[in-house]
């Protein structure tokens, strides 16, 4: 009923042959896939990592090792600042979503389903909501028109990307909250546009992780399945005006403060059939390639107990 994977970004050192095998050995029926453009480096955590180069794409032998593994590809990867306050980058960004769009029209499903391209709304982090979404108005209808050509859907996902001081005070995302949802959806009514739903986010903003699913279910285009722990004694000294790394930390699935038993009922409550994708951002798992598998494998085996 919900198709069990991961983010590929987590294993960047690995070609799409190694990703898809270790797939398939240890029961995941898809993966999201990074597609960051070659020689073009951002320098983030999880960023800069290729798993399919839409540049020089063989749709034909990625088809060949899904044949192969068993594994889908649930979703195309790529999460720039497509409003960044310089323009040509902004440009650029803006550009490579474009042919990850037609990427995914390239890898049709057998079952005739198109991979959905997932990314970030961009955000002006030094310009107010207001603002931001003017620029809204201004650069995403030209690629939702592509998407809509193409058939192919967009998840952005609900990360504010708030978490280095070249990140303050706006974030990197602007799609952050159900009121900035609202907004964007009017501007850009399409329902190719939704969400990548990450419900850890959620948790360091205080605000109730499970509610969106029901209110945005016709919306839910791909999920990540990630937690956060807050730290109240943190929070207690810092604020939340502070980095919100002084009082949260991204964990796996179990270990953090998700409600996954209210999370999993609201999305079969909503008959979501669809990807839900562990995301891998817990640095106690990070130490060493054995340590990033067993961080896969410890998700999984948390996250079965919800999927059959």
């Known amino acids: 009923m919900l198709d069990l994977g991961f983010v590929s970004a987590i294993l960047p050192d690995n070609d799409l042959h190694s990703v898809l095998k270790f797939a398939a050995e240890h029961g995941f029926r898809c993966v999201e896939v990074m597609c960051w453009p070659t020689g073009n480096a951002d320098g983030r955590r999880y960023a800069d990592v290729t798993h399919i180069d839409v540049d020089n794409l063989d749709a034909e032998a990625v088809h060949s090792l899904c044949r192969r593994y068993g594994v889908t590809i649930s979703g195309l990867g790529y999460y720039p600042n497509p409003l960044d306050a310089n323009a040509e980058q902004a440009e650029f960004y803006r550009e ?10 390239k890898l ?12 970030f709304l961009g955000r002006n982090p030094a310009l107010s909501v207001a603002d931001n979404l003017k620029l809204v108005a201004e650069h995403w209808p030209a690629i939702v028109h592509e998407a809509e050509a193409h058939n192919v859907k967009l998840g952005i996902e609900n990360c504010p990307m ?5 990140e303050w005070p706006g974030g990197k995302n602007l799609m952050t909250t159900p009121a900035i949802w609202d907004r964007v959806f009017e501007i850009i009514p399409s329902q190719t546009l939704g969400l990548n739903y990450d419900p850890s986010h959620l948790i360091w903003q205080m605000m109730d992780e499970v509610k969106p699913i029901y209110a945005y279910r016709d919306r839910l285009h ?13 929070l207690d000294r810092v604020g939340i005006m502070a980095n919100p790394l002084d009082y949260h930390s991204p964990k796996l699935p179990g270990l953090g403060d998700v409600r996954w038993g209210a999370f999993f009922a609201a999305l079969t409550d909503v008959r979501y059939r669809g990807p839900v994708c562990i995301e891998v951002e817990d640095k106690a798992y990070e130490s060493t390639p054995d340590d990033v598998k067993t961080a896969i494998l410890t998700a999984r085996n948390y996250l079965r107990q919800f999927l059959g």
């Open 222 to 234: 791909h999920i990540h399945l990630k937690d956060a722990k807050l730290y109240r004694d943190r």
């Open 162 to 166: 708030w978490f280095t001081d070249d």
């Open 96 to 105: 490579h979503i474009k042919k990850l769009i037609r990427a995914a029209a």
């Open 108 to 119: 049709t499903r057998s079952d005739g389903s198109v991979p959905v391209v997932n990314t």
